[in-house]
């Protein structure tokens, strides 16, 4: 005997609101940052490819394997890793939450409460401040650690800090 289908009841009412991307997008220049960043670590990988090389003068045919899939595999990573970042990362503020995606193989996007909000936090990098950006930290009364927003404008980054500290200190309750 066979149970008809019948329609499944909602879980939770409709929001007024569909769930979306955050709105803001990255400064651009972090595609540059990005790309430095890549860069130095590729230059790390490169002292190892070297060191191995120097010190291993035997069969050079490996060498040579692992040099060539070195070179392609890095240069792909330099080329295309910054920018499908700056695709991804997004973030927005509101009086309500704050809203974050990022990552560029492992997406993320994470929902905050102002309300939840413990600390925030600014971070400047040598790479970051050379191209004038920042990273913003909020973290939260959450077991999934802390928000990150990286590669905005110092001015927005520090008006952003600004703003989220004027709210959580407004919101009453301790943020737990």
């Known amino acids: 005997m066979q149970v008809p289908d019948s329609p499944r009841e909602p879980l939770l009412e409709p ?3 569909p769930l979306r991307e955050p709105a803001r997008l990255v400064s651009r220049r972090a595609v540059a940052m990005w790309t430095v960043d890549a860069l130095l670590g590729m230059a ?36 295309v890793m910054p920018r499908w970042r700056y695709r991804v990362h997004r973030w927005e503020a509101t009086a309500e939450a704050i809203y974050t995606q990022r990552g560029w193989l492992n997406q993320e996007r994470r ?13 400047r990098g040598p790479v970051a401040q050379l191209f004038r ?44």
């Open 111 to 123: 929902i905050a409460p102002v309300s939840r909000v413990q600390t925030v936090d600014l971070q």
């Open 15 to 17: 929001a007024n609101e």
């Open 44 to 79: 790390v990988l490169l002292a190892g490819q070297v060191a191995w090389w120097w010190f291993d003068r035997g069969n050079t045919f490996w060498h040579w394997v692992v040099a060539a899939a070195w070179l392609v595999l890095g240069g792909a990573y330099v080329i």
């Open 133 to 176: 950006l920042a990273s913003v930290t909020v973290t939260t009364a959450s077991a999934a650690g802390p928000l990150r927003i990286e590669g905005l404008d110092v001015t927005e980054a520090r008006e952003l800090v600004d703003v989220l500290t004027a709210a959580a200190v407004a919101e009453p309750g301790d943020a737990t």
